[in-house]
C-alpha cells in the first residue's frame, strides 16, 4: 500500500507562487510514475503533470512555463512549484502514484492522496 500526503497548499495572491509537496511512503518499489492533478470549481480533475521513473516529464499544455514537476527519490517526494498564479489555477490538489505498469507509462493511477486545496485570489 502507497500513502501519499500532500502539503503545501494555500492561499496567495494573483502573480504569486507555491510549493506543493506530496510525502509518498508504503512502497516497496518505485512507482513507475508520479504525477500531480487538480479538480477546480465545477470542473472534471485534470492532469497538471506527471513525471516518469526515467525522470521524463509531461505537462498540460497550459500550464507549461509556470508550473514544474519535480522528484525527490532519496526522501521519495514529489514536488509542484507553481508560479505566476492565476484565479483560475484555484483548485484542490491531489499527488498520484502508478504502481503498476500496464503498458503506457503514466496512465494507470492507483493511488491517491487527500489533496491540498490551493486559493488564488485576484
Known amino acids: 500500500q502507497v500513502q501519499l500526503v500532500e502539503s503545501g497548499g494555500g492561499s496567495v495572491q494573483s502573480g504569486g507562487s507555491l510549493r506543493l509537496s506530496c510525502a509518498a511512503s508504503g512502497a516497496t518499489k518505485s512507482p513507475f510514475c508520479m504525477g500531480w492533478f487538480r479538480q477546480r470549481p465545477g470542473k472534471e480533475r485534470e492532469e497538471v503533470a506527471s513525471i516518469d521513473s526515467f525522470g521524463s516529464t509531461t505537462y498540460a499544455d497550459s500550464l507549461k512555463g509556470r508550473f514544474t514537476i519535480a522528484q525527490d527519490k532519496a526522501t521519495n517526494t514529489l514536488y509542484l512549484q507553481m508560479n505566476s498564479l492565476k484565479p483560475e489555477d484555484t483548485a484542490m490538489y491531489y499527488c498520484?502514484?502508478?504502481?503498476?505498469?500496464?503498458?503506457?507509462?503514466?496512465?494507470?493511477?492507483?493511488?491517491w492522496g487527500q489533496g491540498t486545496q490551493v486559493t488564488v485570489s485576484s
Open positions: 498520484a502514484a502508478e504502481s503498476v505498469f500496464l503498458g503506457v507509462l503514466c496512465s494507470s493511477w492507483d493511488y
